[in-house]
């Protein structure tokens, strides 16, 4: 689907300034994001119209859950990440999450973690145990919308997203194997593994530009 074609084909649920702030965010014929002075803001988004936007620019994105529990889920070179919703009322809400799960075997120092931490503006990471003996590396980014964003800026936050978690496993395995001597070997080669997700973790299809 082409990019006139996915934000053409809006969902009812858009409102009024969704409409114009998505319309202005679409690529014009030299390459640069329009810069209309009447653009309207964005300040809250529904499930189904923060999905429309997603697929406006390039991503496979399917609806997890049920009612109140529903948040989005995508892929990006073929590692799995949530988008979920943050606080809101009447199915709409003001920021949004971007979150990957990485399942854990053996031990990652956590200089390691606050090293990416330190040098990365964007994005957090950290380890997360929900349960004894289940460690998750948890990489995420929120993404707010009070006051009000264009089309164009919440594209641009979508793009850093997709520009870290392209970096995230490759330097993971740079960093691992520096400190294979040290550790376990018998976890060193497989410190970082995706979890179970019912999502083709194949790289996201993007749509002809």
Do not use: H
């Amino acid at each position: 689907m082409s990019n006139d074609d996915a934000f053409a084909k809006l969902n009812s649920d858009l409102s009024l300034e969704e409409r114009r702030a998505m319309a202005a965010a679409q690529p014009q014929a030299n390459g640069r994001i329009s810069d209309t002075a009447d653009v309207e803001l964005i300040s809250s988004m529904s499930i189904e119209s923060l999905r429309e936007f997603l697929q406006g620019v390039g991503y496979r994105v399917e609806t997890v859950g049920e009612n109140g529990s529903r948040f989005l889920r995508s892929a990006t070179s073929g590692l799995a990440f949530d988008i979920r919703p943050g606080s809101g009322v009447g199915g709409r809400f003001g920021d949004i999450a971007f979150v990957a799960l990485l399942a854990v075997r053996g031990t990652l120092p956590l200089d390691l973690l606050n090293r990416w931490n330190r040098t990365r503006r964007f994005g957090r990471l950290f380890l997360d145990q929900p349960v004894p003996g289940q460690e998750f590396l948890v990489f995420c980014m929120d993404v707010p919308l009070a006051g009000g964003v264009t089309a164009g800026q919440l594209r641009g936050q979508v793009e850093i997203w997709d520009s870290l978690i392209q970096q995230l496993v490759p330097w993971l395995r740079e960093e691992v194997a520096k400190l294979a001597p040290k550790i376990d070997t018998s976890a060193a080669g497989s410190a970082t593994q995706l979890p179970p997700s019912t999502f083709d973790r194949a790289p996201a299809e993007k749509s002809a530009s």
